[in-house]
């Protein structure tokens, strides 16, 4: 770790090299007195471009200045390592491996440290889940603060002794109540390094269904808290218990400045395969980086679990022997290989320490160098200070004892992360562990590089961790809407601030910075790989829960607050005051569904709605708002009159599927980052009222048609919807989409879509486990209705199942809206409840059975950031085949056509058999699977699952996807449509009307001078320190700007610039990107904000120009800003 935002280089040593050496000295020589004679007869030459790869890293880790370019769209990455060439090999057989069941008999000769000793570190830790089995605040009560008062007291008593910790959310916590004393202790700790911060990050997150822009808030709010509060910037990560790994979270720590990586939980045959070669340390590579600029180092830990009988060695029966805290006296339950810890004595610390010394020594052989890292904690361990003078204590003993006896050649003790990663780069600098034909790294000599990720995660036999992908899917839903909400909400406070820098108007924002702060906690809360996962107990679900719903409420208020002062309404507006407006959809609950506040339109009156766009290029789409009476007009801005559509509203309720309001759809346009005003009348003379949707119903007993719309009976076998480039047919009798037909082109791609039920009385929180497959669950006499109007065609199905209530209905629906990516999309909705005992141990899958070679191939997102290429293996079972889907799945045909799934939440995805597409909506399971939960999962809700499907056809060359070993790219379509879905349209609606006779003046707010450009996305833009923000010195930067450049498939271009003013073939110019608006002393920073050298983080020379406004961002690259706004005319 660090204690200022500059780290200290190391100049690596040369690395000894055999032979020639004379040879290469008469060669460099002869070089030398050639150049001379060269520079005297021509002088100084000219440059010339260099035709080594640009970007790599020179001696100290800072690599070398090198234009941006543009990658092709298929292009793969060398390396020597990727997980899918792992898998193709590894046979999966779960062979027994004796005492090291999931490995091999290890040995060793005994001559291998004979000429460099081995040297251990012993790294004490406690793993501390912010909500499991208790919630944040019970664990810290029982449990975590006694911790770190015992790790603070201990160590202060013996300089030998050492300790990491990792999660923000707890010490932070616990320096609050923590007297000056203990503070300052902690602080020495950390200082003279006995003490590390590793991660700390708000939590360890998850990394299969957690977003980029959460993990990077999670992230950003830990690391902050931590320089702002201690002094301290962490460099290493330690993440021993997220359940697989994800490559986008290797790029964000190299990104945030982080050196060195640390993992656990990947699949244990994976494990087995890399420890044969050597290979559990390595450097991982992004798949589409060619110049080694996204290079971390990597350290995997070898057996089955981060505890202390599975750390020490490959033996843990052994291993469990040097548990001390399993000593008689102790809580913790005694070793269940049935030999037990016993107090280190002078009479048996030679055989205890040569015992021990021999499971360092085989776990030593797994890896290349002599540095050993042996971790010695496990979760909610050193609780009290005899635990931990009880492991301290022991461990000290043998210690003294094996650095006391020469002939051991091992020099033991305890260290930190830093010890470790610091002395084994030491040594790699100085021994070459390269392998021949090894690509490597420059960053770290003598080791392999990777690409790729490592999910799904099994731990035994067949059990894979695939059934957190989809557990608790209501609340992963919930998840996504905070994330865009606090977005939202963080630029509404930018644009305050911004246009502001007067002390009235300051008052809003400054009065909600607490739950602003409270805000980001509770969302980065939720990533913990407890939380967002769905493997938690109820009342720590209900939690997180509560938390999110309390800060939702909150953000939505001072929103609905905070477009008052940017319409210009109210300009001293402070968060006392009511609002005059209230969001468009609110929750009663932490667990009930968003309900659509509806608009009362009586006679002579008008009510106006605003929209927020938080997407950083103009939106041209159909909008909904419910409305009481369907005789409504809607106008725009300047009170000119919008062409409008109502249709009634339905719901999950085969007896009264018409609620009895209706929906009001019309066309808004809505300025990038900005505010549009529209208003919803009665009675306007001179607009065409809404036109009502025409009405076909499967039966019109039970569900009578009424006013103002007209009805017909479905005769049909199938009905269709069209706009005008796709034709949609459904089979009439349940309501389920058959086929896709292009207008333009005739071509019909088959979809046939099928709702199953898998029966799984093994599968728990954690582990999907199927007892066979899934069966088809629609029966013929579904309750359907389709709705045909001039904006909107939908087909809503209740479905007819052999429960008395059906657990799913669904809509799907076209949009009519020229220049539009809406026009291109088919949207996809589910109503989902999975509730009551009868759906005990079921798991509820959509198939969209295509007529599609896929070879069972598809592509599916890692964290909504990028895409890695899944294949269906034969040799391990449905449960390992299924993979996390954050927000996108695709597949594509030998012919080019593409198939794409974007959800808004995170679920999981398979393709079992050859052309289909399977994709998990929720599960309820009754039993725990073992894994330390106690509980099945039986809290389901009712719930909205939303995708947006998608046909692409190629227009240019097709990729073997077979031969194609790497991702592919979505197009840049498919990017804007997963950005519509996963950043809607905020709306918000007058809380009273107002008389139709007065005409307000035109209200609108567009902050940008332009749309940006497609392909480049604002992941955040925020003011970190609000409250601090008059209090700043001038020159210190206060708002920050992040950006990625998306990476996208050219040759599936044609509908991605249907509304795209332009991509991003020139430079950015950040000082012109805001209207109204100066940006002053702009600079480039890490993407944690802590680090402003840019080069340490693997970036070019690009950030050079940032001062000047120049912003060149590669494809797939993010780039963190920090700069100030001050207003054009200041008033």
Not at 281 to 287: F, K, N
Not at 316 to 325: I, L, N, R, T, Y
Not at 613 to 618: A, F, I, V, W
Request: neutral net charge; glycine residues 6%; contains cysteine.
């Amino acid at each position: 770790m660090a204690f200022s935002t500059s780290h200290v280089r190391r100049i690596r040593k040369p690395r000894k090299r055999p032979a020639l050496t004379n040879l290469f000295f008469i060669g460099l020589t002869a070089s030398i007195l050639f150049f001379l004679l060269i520079f005297f007869l021509y002088g100084i030459p000219n440059p010339i471009h260099p035709t080594t790869r640009p970007g790599l890293i020179t001696k100290t880790h800072k690599p070398l200045h090198r234009r941006p370019v543009i990658r092709p769209a298929n292009r793969s990455v060398s390396v020597d390592l990727t997980t899918k060439g792992l898998y193709d090999g590894i046979e999966f057989k779960d062979v027994d491996g004796g005492p090291w069941t999931q490995g091999w008999r290890v040995e060793y000769k005994g001559i291998e440290w004979d000429h460099e000793k081995l040297k251990v570190f012993v790294v004490p830790h406690s793993h501390n889940d912010p909500g499991w089995k208790l919630t944040v605040e019970e664990y810290y009560d029982r449990q975590s603060r006694h911790i770190l008062d015992t790790v603070v007291d201990t160590l202060s008593k013996d300089e030998r002794r050492k300790f990491i910790w990792e999660e923000m959310s707890y010490l932070e916590r616990w320096w609050r109540d923590a007297p000056d004393a203990k503070k300052e202790a902690l602080i020495e700790l950390l200082q003279n390094g006995q003490l590390e911060i590793v991660g700390g990050g708000w939590v360890m997150n998850d990394e299969a269904n957690s977003h980029y822009f959460a993990i990077i808030e999670q992230m950003m709010e830990g690391n902050m808290w931590l320089k702002e509060t201690i002094g301290v910037i962490p460099k290493n990560s330690w993440a021993i218990d997220p359940f697989g790994y994800s490559s986008t979270m290797a790029y964000l720590l190299k990104r945030m400045g982080f050196e060195n990586m640390l993992i656990q939980r990947t699949h244990y045959e994976l494990k087995k395969e890399l420890a044969l070669h050597k290979n559990l340390e390595y450097i991982w590579r992004q798949s589409w980086d060619t110049y080694e600029t996204t290079d971390i180092f990597v350290h995997m830990m070898p057996f089955y679990s981060y505890d202390i009988p599975h750390t020490c060695g490959p033996e843990p029966a052994v291993c469990c022997q040097f548990d001390f805290a399993r000593m008689n006296g102790f809580m913790y339950e005694r070793c269940p290989w049935g030999q037990h810890p016993e107090e280190t004595t002078q009479e048996n610390v030679k055989e205890r320490a040569i015992k021990l010394l021999d499971q360092y020594k085989k776990k030593s052989t797994l890896y290349r160098t002599n540095t050993l890292l042996v971790p010695l904690g496990d979760d909610f361990r050193y609780i009290s200070i005899e635990e931990a003078e009880a492991q301290f204590r022991n461990y000290q003993m043998l210690f003294d004892y094996i650095n006391s006896t020469p002939e051991l050649n091992t020099e033991a003790k305890f260290g930190t992360l830093e010890d470790y990663f610091r002395t084994m780069r030491e040594e790699a600098e100085k021994i070459n562990y390269s392998r021949p034909g090894e690509f490597g790294s420059v960053q770290v000599p003598g080791f392999p590089s990777l690409a790729g990720d490592f999910f799904t995660y099994a731990d035994r036999r067949q059990d894979y961790w695939s059934g957190y992908y989809v557990s608790r899917p209501f609340f992963k839903s919930v998840d996504r809407v905070l994330e865009h909400t606090l977005r939202a909400t963080e630029m509404t406070m930018v644009f305050l601030l911004g246009f502001c820098q007067r002390a009235q108007c300051e008052k809003l924002p400054a009065g909600f910075t607490h739950k602003l702060t409270a805000a980001r906690r509770n969302l980065a809360l939720f990533q913990h790989h407890d939380g967002v996962t769905g493997t938690a107990k109820d009342h720590v679900v209900q939690d997180y829960g509560m938390r999110m719903h309390t800060s939702l409420q909150d953000l939505q208020i001072f929103m609905s607050k905070a477009i008052e002062v940017l319409l210009g309404i109210h300009h001293d507006k402070n968060d006392q005051n009511p609002s005059l407006f209230a969001p468009a959809q609110i929750r009663s609950r932490y667990d009930a569904q968003p309900v659509h506040q509806s608009i009362s339109a009586n006679q002579g009156t008008v009510q106006s709605v605003v929209v927020f766009n938080s997407l950083e290029q103009t939106r041209n789409e159909i909008v909904m708002f419910i409305v009481e009476r369907p005789d409504v007009t809607v106008l725009d801005s300047n009170w000119t009159c919008v062409k409008s559509q109502i249709s009634p509203e339905l719901q999950h309720n085969k007896m009264k599927m018409f609620t009895g309001r209706h929906r009001v759809f019309f066309k808004a346009s809505v300025p990038a980052m900005g505010l549009q005003t529209y208003y919803i009348a009665n009675g306007f003379v001179g607009c065409e009222k809404a036109k009502p949707a025409r009405l076909k119903v499967s039966s019109t007993g039970k569900n009578s048609c009424f006013a103002p719309y007209s009805c017909s009976k479905l005769e049909d076998d199938s009905v269709q919807i069209r706009n005008r480039y796709q034709s949609l047919t459904f089979d009439s009798k349940t309501g389920l989409l058959q086929k896709v037909t292009e207008t333009k082109s005739g071509s019909l791609n088959v979809i046939d879509m099928e709702l199953a039920m898998y029966t799984s009385p093994e599968s728990g929180a954690y582990l999907f486990k199927p007892g066979g497959d899934a069966t088809p669950i629609t029966e013929t006499g579904s309750e359907v209705v389709v709705s045909e109007g001039f904006l909107v065609q939908e087909v809503f199905s209740i479905l007819k199942t052999r429960w008395a209530k059906s657990p799913v209905s669904h809509s799907t629906r076209v949009y009519i809206c020229e220049g539009s990516v809406q026009e291109f999309l088919i949207e996809n909705e589910y109503h989902v409840e999975l509730i009551g005992h009868e759906f005990n141990d079921k798991e509820l899958v959509v198939r969209y059975k295509m007529d599609f070679d896929n070879k069972r191939i598809f592509y599916s997102d890692l964290n909504g950031f990028q895409t890695s290429r899944r294949e269906t293996y034969d040799k391990i079972p449905l449960q390992g085949n299924y993979y996390p889907m954050p927000s996108l799945a695709f597949m594509q045909e030998s012919k080019g056509t593409r198939f794409s799934v974007h959800t808004r939440q995170s679920l999981g995805a398979a393709s079992p058999k050859n052309g289909w597409f399977e994709i998990m909506l929720d599960r309820r399971l009754s039993r725990d699977d073992g894994r330390g939960l106690g509980q099945g999962v039986l809290d389901n809700h009712p719930m909205n699952v939303v995708f947006h499907l998608t046909f692409e056809s190629n227009i240019s060359s097709v990729v073997d996807s077979v031969s194609h070993a790497g991702p592919l790219s979505p197009s840049l379509f498919s990017h804007r449509v997963g950005a519509h879905l996963n950043h809607p349209l905020h709306a918000f609606i007058a809380k009273k009307p107002q008389e139709i006779s007065v005409q307000p003046p035109p209200r609108s707010f567009s902050p940008l001078t332009t749309s940006l450009p497609c392909d480049l996305h604002v992941v955040s833009l925020k003011v970190p320190r609000p409250l601090k923000y008059t209090q700043q010195n001038v020159e210190e930067p206060r708002t920050v700007l992040i950006l990625q450049r998306r990476h996208w498939d050219s040759s599936y271009c044609r509908k991605g610039k249907s509304d795209c003013s332009r991509i991003d073939d020139e430079n950015l110019n950040l000082l012109n990107m805001f209207q109204g608006l100066n940006v002053l002393n702009a600079k480039a920073t890490s993407l944690n904000l802590l680090h402003d050298d840019t080069e340490m983080l693997g970036y070019s020379e690009q950030a050079a120009d940032v001062s000047q406004g120049r912003l060149v961002l590669s494809p797939m690259e993010l780039h963190a800003y920090k700069f100030d706004l001050r207003p054009v005319n200041p008033s």
